[in-house]
């Protein structure tokens, strides 16, 4: 009788669903994610210019799924051209596993969609985006070395440097302006 201790290896032919993929690639694909959502929103919120913050969230999530469709086929791509002969999964696979990316992206559409609405303003929620995204950055590289077996004081300084990616965005935004 085979058993089976742990995941199966990336090429074992196990199938492998899109809600299944590792908990790594979800951290990677969210930080990608929150990093393109805020240096997205950073750029359409432009002083003196007047607000659209419904065509501001358009473009954000279409942005966020474009890239995320790229990223995927470009795996696709790629593995293609390794030649290393191994089966993977089809295109639309691929490109649907980039989901997290654009998940990450939907909580500066909303504000943004909020905003729209009347609910605040779209410097508000410019603001209030950039701020979340920054501290889910930090929750996200607090998370990933966690799953990586790190204490929580290295958990933390991981947390802070991808931290420092959202405040880097930040002060660029307000130096810009």
Same mark, same amino acid.
């Given at each position: 009788?085979?058993?089976?201790?742990?995941?199966?290896?990336?090429? %074992?032919?196990?199938?492998?669903?899109?809600?299944?993929?590792?908990?790594?690639?979800?951290?990677?694909?969210?930080?990608?994610?929150?990093?393109?959502?805020?240096?997205?929103?950073?750029?359409?919120?432009?002083?003196?210019?007047?607000?659209?913050?419904?065509?501001?969230?358009?473009?954000?999530?279409?942005?966020?799924?474009? %890239?995320?469709?790229?990223?995927?086929?470009?795996?696709?791509?790629?593995?293609?051209?390794?030649?290393?002969?191994?089966?993977?999964?089809?295109?639309?696979?691929?490109?649907?596993?980039?989901?997290?990316?654009?998940?990450?992206?939907?909580?500066?559409?909303?504000?943004?969609?909020? %905003?729209?609405?009347?609910?605040?303003?779209?410097?508000?929620?410019?603001?209030?985006?950039?701020?979340?995204?920054?501290?889910?950055?930090?929750?996200?590289?607090?998370?990933?070395?966690?799953?990586?077996?790190?204490?929580?004081?290295?958990?933390?300084?991981?947390?802070?440097?991808?931290?420092?990616?959202?405040?880097?965005?930040?002060?660029?935004?307000?130096?810009?302006?």
């Amino acid at each position: 009788m085979h058993e089976h201790a742990g995941p199966a290896p990336v090429g %074992s032919g196990t199938p492998r669903g899109i809600l299944r993929s590792r908990p790594e690639r979800w951290l990677f694909k969210g930080i990608y994610g929150l990093v393109l959502a805020s240096a997205l929103v950073a750029a359409l919120d432009v002083p003196g210019e007047e607000a659209n913050p419904g065509q501001d969230a358009l473009w954000v999530l279409l942005t966020a799924l474009t %890239s995320g469709a790229a990223h995927g086929y470009a795996h696709v791509i790629a593995q293609r051209a390794s030649g290393d002969g191994t089966a993977g999964p089809s295109r639309l696979r691929a490109v649907l596993a980039e989901w997290p990316l654009a998940a990450a992206v939907l909580p500066t559409v909303a504000m943004l969609f909020a %905003s729209a609405a009347g609910w605040w303003a779209e410097e508000t929620a410019a603001d209030t985006a950039l701020l979340c995204n920054t501290v889910s950055l930090f929750c996200l590289g607090f998370s990933a070395a966690r799953t990586a077996g790190l204490g929580r004081l290295a958990s933390c300084r991981a947390g802070v440097l991808d931290m420092l990616i959202g405040l880097v965005i930040t002060a660029a935004d307000a130096l810009i302006e």
